[in-house]
């Protein structure tokens, strides 16, 4: 909560933690009856400023490619599946089976 002194309409208090960056108002009713209008034109005006510097950024780190490089696709495996096998002493077991064209 941000302080207020006596005669002080309105206390803003600005501070970052963990990557984020944090606001904090308190306002004098009296003084400032408008503080959610304040609170929203802040908050437009801040992801403004936030478009524009990551427009800014990604303009500078990102160009045009120097060459086309095409990228081979590996042939889709099929999935081993389960399946039941009779013998052995206990009488039954699973093994897995690759599923498709076998010999």
Known sequence: MVPLLPGVGLGIA????????CWGFNA????????RVFHD???AAFEELRR????????SRTGPAEREIEV???????????????????GG???LAA???GS
């Open 14 to 21: 600005l501070f970052s933690y963990d990557g984020k960056l």
């Open 93 to 95: 077991g699973e093994a």
């Open 52 to 59: 524009s510097a990551v427009a800014r950024y990604m303009k």
């Open 28 to 35: 004098d009713y009296e003084l400032v009856p408008d503080l």
């Open 72 to 90: 081979p696709v590996a042939e889709a495996r099929p999935k081993p599946r389960r399946r039941k096998i009779a013998g052995g002493p206990s």
């Open 99 to 101: 599923q498709g064209s």
């Open 41 to 43: 034109d802040v908050c």
